[in-house]
């Protein structure tokens, strides 16, 4: 009798080890992004434009994508890079709306403080907590992505809620098809006439081209091949570069 209830025991040991060791390898899963998908399909417009009051009538599922984000570290996982980007670009965006929508309403991303002495701007707010860390938006761009992924076209993927900024992707990025993704929102970015004007012998582009040059250069000799590359009008490699004015205007959808 003694003997059965000790193996009894033995086998309820087990189970329970078994199970621990499958939440274990389902927590290092690479974090799917279906919910991100569905919220912009529905609440981003495909020329970038956001809406808002949208998102925040769909909060909860918002939090649910938020909390997801939450509990898995890419950093701690063996994941892909391109799994480990994907997260991290969306997990900007994500959060960036999640912010505007705490402050909701607001004229411009800029407009938000948090009342903390030398933080020194909405950026370095730190509000994101993934596994008991904490980041601000500038954490997670200039901090990881930036000098992790040594990609130059994230600054096309990454939104900063701003009429200037390149537009919010009405879809989640997805490891299988980023690379793909990525050339696509450059594009899109270097041909919209409202972020840049290209013509043969002139060109006025965005200051992201001027603040973050030293992400391109690694790759290209000058703002005049990058933008060749991507353009629908090529231009003269003399061809003489200005800078437009950034709008830090709300990027939100007008009914």
């Known amino acids: 009798m003694r003997l059965s209830k000790f193996c009894f025991f033995l086998l309820a040991v087990f189970l329970l080890s078994s199970c621990e060791v499958k939440d274990v390898q389902s927590n290092s899963m690479p974090v799917k992004h279906d919910d991100w998908d569905a919220l912009v399909k529905q609440h981003v417009n495909e020329v970038g434009w956001v809406d808002y009051k949208g998102f925040m009538a769909d909060s909860t599922k918002l939090q ?3 909390d997801l984000l939450r509990s898995s570290h890419p950093n701690k996982k063996n994941w892909s890079r391109n799994e480990q980007l994907a997260y ?13 929508l705490d402050y909701y309403p607001v004229e411009s991303i800029k407009d938000i ?3 903390i002495p030398f933080v020194s701007s909405v950026w370095d707010i730190e509000f994101i907590e993934i596994e008991d860390q904490i980041y601000s938006l500038n954490n997670i761009e200039h901090g990881i992505i930036r000098p992790k992924f040594n990609e130059e076209r994230i600054h096309f993927a ?12 009405n879809e989640a990025f997805c490891a299988e098809h980023l690379d793909q993704q990525l050339d ?16 043969e012998d002139r060109v006025e582009i ?5 603040w973050y040059w030293g992400d391109f250069k690694k790759k290209y000799n000058s703002r005049i091949e990058f933008i060749n590359k991507y353009s629908a009008t090529q231009v003269n490699e003399d061809a003489e570069v200005d800078y437009l004015e950034y709008i830090w205007a709300l990027n939100e959808q007008k009914n």
């Open 206 to 210: 965005s200051k992201l081209l001027s």
């Open 88 to 100: 991290w670009i969306n997990a900007y965006n994500a959060f960036t709306v999640k912010l505007i």
């Open 113 to 115: 403080k948090s009342g």
């Open 158 to 169: 990454v939104n900063c809620a701003s009429y200037s900024c390149p537009k919010l992707l």
């Open 64 to 66: 649910n994508y938020l």
């Open 184 to 199: 696509k929102v450059t594009k899109s970015f270097i041909n919209n006439p409202e972020k840049n004007n290209i013509k």
